[in-house]
């Protein structure tokens, strides 16, 4: 772990309880921790804006009962297999499914795919949630 350094933070009193409120619901132990959760949080959506390198899940829900759905999302996953690292199909009921797909690349590249599997027909939902490589954090 790299060496500690101590600075020195002036805040508004109204922002300050606020703050202390979120550590407090949040579990953290002080402030010092917090701080530097919400800078790590700040740096890697910023990894998110500049179009690096990071990793993520793709989730979808889709119709089951679909015609060429299934397909056509396998297709859509083999035409981008340099992205994907897993996925993982659930069936949720008679008539639904939920593929969870991980997933390593360009932000860019990755928010496409996910744009990519939420336009077939049948999709009922899909999200991408991106996350640091922690290379840079």
């Known amino acids: 772990m790299s060496d500690l350094v101590r600075f020195?933070?002036?805040?508004?009193?109204d922002l300050l309880k606020k703050f202390d409120e979120h550590i407090k619901k949040h579990s953290y132990s002080n402030r010092s921790?917090?701080?530097?959760?919400?800078?790590?949080?700040?740096?890697?959506?910023q990894e998110w804006v500049s179009n690096e390198i990071v990793t993520g899940v793709?989730?979808?829900?889709?119709?089951?009962?679909?015609?060429?759905?299934?397909?056509n999302l396998t297709n859509i996953q083999h035409d981008h297999h340099d992205l994907i690292i897993s996925s993982q199909h659930i069936h949720l009921d008679h008539?639904?499914?939920?593929?969870?797909?991980?997933?390593?690349g360009h932000s860019n590249e990755l928010k496409e795919l996910c744009n990519k599997l939420k336009a077939a027909?049948?999709?009922?939902?899909?999200?991408?949630?991106?996350a640091t490589t922690g290379q840079k954090v």
């Open 95 to 104: 008539d639904n499914c939920f593929e969870i797909i991980v997933v390593k």
């Open 121 to 130: 027909k049948g999709v009922k939902h899909a999200r991408v949630n991106l």
């Open 8 to 13: 020195g933070v002036s805040l508004n009193s």
């Open 33 to 45: 921790n917090a701080i530097a959760d919400i800078i790590r949080d700040q740096l890697i959506e």
């Open 58 to 71: 793709i989730t979808i829900v889709f119709d089951h009962h679909q015609r060429g759905l299934s397909n």
